[in-house]
């Protein structure tokens, strides 16, 4: 064999090296996110609750085949990067009121969950916080213990309830059902939910506010990620400043 033509397949296998040691420092960004709602309300007042999580890898090129086989058998990996937080939409006939609230534990079952409107406040089970909290204009604070009695357990259902206040809940994530519906608050507001699945896992969450002879004020408008995304749209989820307190009022 002559020198050129041992040199052509020694170039192709030192360029196939240098390839492979590139993928195994190039990182590939995948995001599985999801979020959970609960809308409450009477004949003139509304609360939206709704939580968020994104759970964030960065894989290297040379090691996402395997990452992708593993995770679609069950054996799912720790994350490297994870963000919770609760956006709380109040409304009246007269004010709309959003905040943001960080959820810091990653304990699995420690966030805010269960809500149930009492005595003019809204209770829920948060057990990160020690179980009954109640939500307290922009943040939750824990219950006295002699708010605790007279309910029917920390799972809080309808039977905890104020007379005349519903709840509907909706969400996104991989096998939730879409979903759309609208509760009047007032003569003349309704607040719309409009939650939708794709096939692959991701979504959105739309909250409007309707009044008559007017445009829809968007409230809340969230797109959730199922997959692999850009290296720009992953860190601007995590980095940026996602799941801190933002309270908006008007």
């Avoid at 939580?51 to 395997?66: A, D, E, K, N, Q």
């Avoid at 009121?97 to 269960?114: D, F, M, Q």
């Avoid at 939650?195 to 809340?220: D, F």
Wanted: with cysteine.
């Amino acid at each position: 064999m002559t020198l050129r033509a041992m040199a052509k397949p020694v170039l192709t296998a030192m360029i196939l090296l240098v390839a492979a040691m590139l993928a195994a420092k190039a990182d590939g960004f995948v995001i599985f996110a999801g979020a959970d709602g609960t809308a409450l309300w009477s004949a003139n007042e509304a609360y939206v609750f709704v939580l968020t999580r994104h759970i964030g890898h960065r894989v290297s090129y040379l090691r996402f085949p395997w990452f992708l086989v593993k995770n679609y058998l069950g054996g799912i990996e720790d994350p490297d990067d994870d963000s919770r937080s609760l956006s709380v939409i109040r409304v009246t006939p007269s004010v709309v009121e959003r905040h943001t609230v960080a959820i810091g534990n990653r304990e699995p079952g420690s966030e805010p969950k269960s809500y149930a409107p009492r005595k003019g406040r809204i209770y829920v089970n948060y057990p990160a916080l020690g179980g009954l909290c109640f939500w307290a204009a922009d943040h939750f604070e824990a219950a006295a213990q002699e708010e605790r009695r007279g309910f029917y357990g920390q799972g809080l259902t309808e039977k905890d309830f104020d007379t005349g206040w519903s709840e509907r809940t909706f969400g996104v994530a991989p096998g939730s059902a879409s979903s759309t519906f609208s509760v009047r608050v007032g003569e003349s507001l309704e607040l719309s939910v409009n939650s939708h699945t794709t096939l692959m896992g991701a979504g959105t969450i739309s909250i409007k506010v309707l009044r008559p002879g007017k445009n829809p004020e968007v409230e809340w408008d969230h797109v959730t990620h199922w997959g692999i995304v850009g290296r720009t749209e992953y860190q601007s989820i995590f980095h940026e400043g996602a799941g801190l307190n933002n309270p908006v009022a008007r």
